[in-house]
């Protein structure tokens, strides 16, 4: 079955971009989508289908998607990004979820 | 305002049953497809099940297969998740979540989630 490969923890210094990567056989032929989930809180659509925002995500969310590597940028960084990332596509019927990704913002 | 809102969870026994319900509102229910999606306490989003728009087509992560059976009742704007033969691993906070895109399975809205505690 398919799998999404996220990186445990990734750091950001306050005001700096942040990338957040989702690795997966030739992802980049996918439509991927991405969540913020804060503590106790039930997830966020941040982007989806690669690089679209929902309403009232900030434009400093974007995505991009290519090869075998979906990314998730967080230009100008704040201390309320802090969060987990979880990226996330449908294949043959199933919807995949990568293992998520805590973002520190120093 | 779009409104997810879960309920049913509780305590249950391994091996017993619970039947999970998601009422929808502020959006045309019929029009979406549905999802749950649960997250072990601690652990990362899992997919649990969809259901198409009209709830003719359904969806189950291989955990799951032959033991949840999602539902809907267009009437009643509700979601269900029916839950047999629940083991320790089923333990964890369910979410129901509304589809944006039918070809996409990109969930734009979430409810609150229920918790479901499987433990003797």
């Known amino acids: 079955s398919y799998e999404l490969t996220q990186p445990l923890s990734v750091s950001v210094a306050l005001g700096q971009t942040a990338r957040i990567t989702c690795g997966g056989n030739?992802?980049?032929?996918?439509?991927v989508h991405w969540y913020q989930q804060k503590p106790g809180q039930a997830p966020v659509l941040v982007i989806y289908?690669?690089?679209k925002r929902p309403s009232g995500i900030p434009e400093r969310f974007s995505g991009s998607n290519s090869g075998n590597t979906a990314t998730l940028t967080i230009s100008r960084a704040q201390a309320g990004d802090e969060a987990d990332y979880y990226c996330?596509?449908?294949?043959?019927?199933?919807?995949?979820f990568g293992g998520g990704t805590k973002l520190t913002v120093l | 305002e779009v409104q997810l809102l879960e309920s049913g969870g509780g305590l249950v026994q391994p091996g017993g049953s619970l039947r999970l319900s998601c009422a929808a509102s502020?959006?045309?229910?019929?029009?979406?497809?549905m999802s749950w999606v649960r997250q072990a306490p601690g652990k990362g989003l899992e997919w649990v099940s969809a259901?198409?728009?009209?709830?003719?087509?359904?969806y189950y992560a291989d955990s799951v297969k032959g033991r949840f059976t999602i539902s809907r009742d267009i009437s009643k704007n509700t979601l269900f998740l029916q839950m047999n033969s629940l083991r320790a691993e089923d333990t964890a906070v369910y979410y129901c979540?509304?589809?944006?895109?039918?070809?996409?399975?990109?969930?734009?809205?979430w409810g609150q989630g229920t918790l479901v505690t499987v433990s003797s």
């Open positions: 996330q596509l449908w294949d043959s019927s199933t919807v995949i």
């Open positions: 979540a509304k589809v944006l895109g039918y070809s996409y399975y990109d969930f734009d809205q």
């Open positions: 030739n992802i980049g032929g996918k439509n």
């Open positions: 502020g959006f045309s229910f019929s029009s979406y497809a």
């Open positions: 259901i198409s728009a009209s709830g003719g087509t359904t």
């Open positions: 289908r690669d690089n």
